[in-house]
Each structure stands twice: as structure tokens, then as C-alpha cells.
């Protein structure tokens, strides 16, 4: 399979809380993404890291990315009970148009 | 924009059926992708449509799936004859690659499909 692996397949924390989610890949990419969805929704674009990005920042967000390990990593800081949701890597192919998407991980914050 | 849109929103049918399941990306994009989502195997790439033409269809399970997309605002996905095993969540999404390294892709509400 093209899809990628993420680390955690579930995380449960208390509200406050910071969250860290992991993801690895196997193709070249041009970009990675991470996205969210919430229960019997679509998937909703959240950030995208450059693969001359090493981190970016979008509110509480932090995405890390490391080329030579084809590995990344979500950090949500200051977690909410409206985080609650499933949140999934892909990377946009060098090649294609595609995004090959991991996964997943299931994340619960209880209040 | 009212985003992409899908319908139907649920559908049940039985073993054997023809279904069609419908998509409208958002105006102006570019690409559409229809995806699969099951508990068992995720999220599967089924085909895609760059500028209307289908480009890349490996992701197709059998020849009971085909895809069309006959103008930039429409596209279908149907399954005949349907299976039990086709029961799952089918998304439809769309893009516009402006630029080489940003594709960000913008997901429909998906379609429930559930074969008897």
C-alpha cells in the first residue's frame, strides 16, 4: 500500500492538554497535509508544510516535517472537547496531483 | 460557494442494483477525486479528473465501477451491479492546482451507501 502510518491510532487526553500525532511516508512528496474529520463528516483541510518546511505554526497548530525520515508530526496545543475528531496526514505526490493519505488517528478530549 | 456537493447523502440498496452516486465540485477547480472510506482499508483514492478527463483510474476496484465527469461542474460514480462489499463512505473532493506544491483538496459531505 502507498498510504502512509500514523502514531497514535487513538489518543484519549483531558481538555487542556496538549496532543501529538505522528505520521510517516513512503513516496517523494511536494507538500504534506494534515486534515480533520468530525464524525460522519468530510475531511477538512487544517495546515500544509512546504517539503523545504521544517515547521509551521497556524493558531494552536504545530506541523513539523522531516524529509529524511519521511515523517511528520501534529501538535494541537491547549486541546478542546470540539478537537474531538479523526485527524489524517497526506502527502502530495512529486509526481501526480495526488495525496496519499495515512490512516489516521482517532483523537478524544474529554472535557 | 456552497463547497462540493454530493448527493444522495445516504443510499440503501440491495445486492445487484445499479447505483449512481453524484458530485458537483466547487467552481473553478481544477481536479476531482473520488475516494472510499471503510474501517478495514481507510481512505482509498478510487480515480481522478484533471480538467475533465479522467487521469488516473488504478484505484478502481472491478469493472462494476465507473466514473465520468462530462462537464467542469459534474461528475457520477456508479457501481453495477452493487455488492454487500461495496457498502462503505464515498467522498467526492476538488482542487485547483494554482500553484506546483499546493493542492489542497476540499472534501463533500460523502455519500453512506449500504448494499443488503
Known amino acids: 500500500s502507498q498510504q502512509g502510518e500514523e502514531d497514535p491510532q487513538a489518543l484519549s487526553i483531558q481538555e487542556g492538554e496538549n496532543a501529538t500525532m505522528n505520521c510517516s511516508y513512503k513516496t517523494s512528496i511536494n507538500n504534506l497535509q494534515w486534515y480533520r474529520q468530525n464524525s460522519g463528516r468530510g475531511l477538512v483541510h487544517l495546515i500544509l508544510?512546504?517539503?523545504?518546511?521544517r515547521e509551521k505554526h497556524s493558531g494552536r497548530l504545530r506541523v513539523t516535517l522531516d524529509t529524511s525520515k519521511k515523517s511528520s508530526s501534529l501538535l494541537i496545543t491547549a486541546s478542546r472537547a470540539a478537537d474531538t475528531a479523526s485527524y489524517f496526514c497526506a502527502g502530495a505526490s512529486s509526481n501526480t496531483g495526488k495525496l496519499i493519505f495515512g490512516q489516521g488517528t482517532t483523537l478524544q478530549v474529554k472535557p | 460557494d456552497a463547497g462540493v456537493i454530493q448527493s444522495p447523502r445516504h443510499e440503501v440498496t440491495e445486492m445487484g442494483q445499479e447505483v449512481t452516486l453524484r458530485c458537483k465540485p466547487i467552481s473553478g477547480h481544477d481536479y476531482l477525486f473520488w475516494y472510499r472510506q471503510t474501517m478495514m482499508r481507510g481512505l482509498e483514492l478510487l480515480i481522478y479528473f484533471n480538467n475533465n478527463v479522467p487521469i488516473d483510474d488504478s484505484g478502481m476496484p472491478e469493472d462494476r465501477f465507473s466514473a465520468k465527469m462530462p462537464n467542469a461542474s459534474f461528475s457520477t460514480l456508479k457501481i453495477q451491479p452493487s455488492e454487500p462489499r461495496d457498502s462503505a463512505v464515498y467522498f467526492c473532493?476538488?482542487?485547483?492546482?494554482?500553484?506546483?506544491?499546493?493542492?489542497?483538496?476540499?472534501f463533500g459531505p460523502g455519500t453512506r451507501l449500504t448494499v443488503l
Open positions: 473532493a476538488s482542487s485547483f492546482l494554482g500553484t506546483v506544491d499546493y493542492n489542497e483538496q476540499f
Open positions: 508544510i512546504r517539503s523545504n518546511e
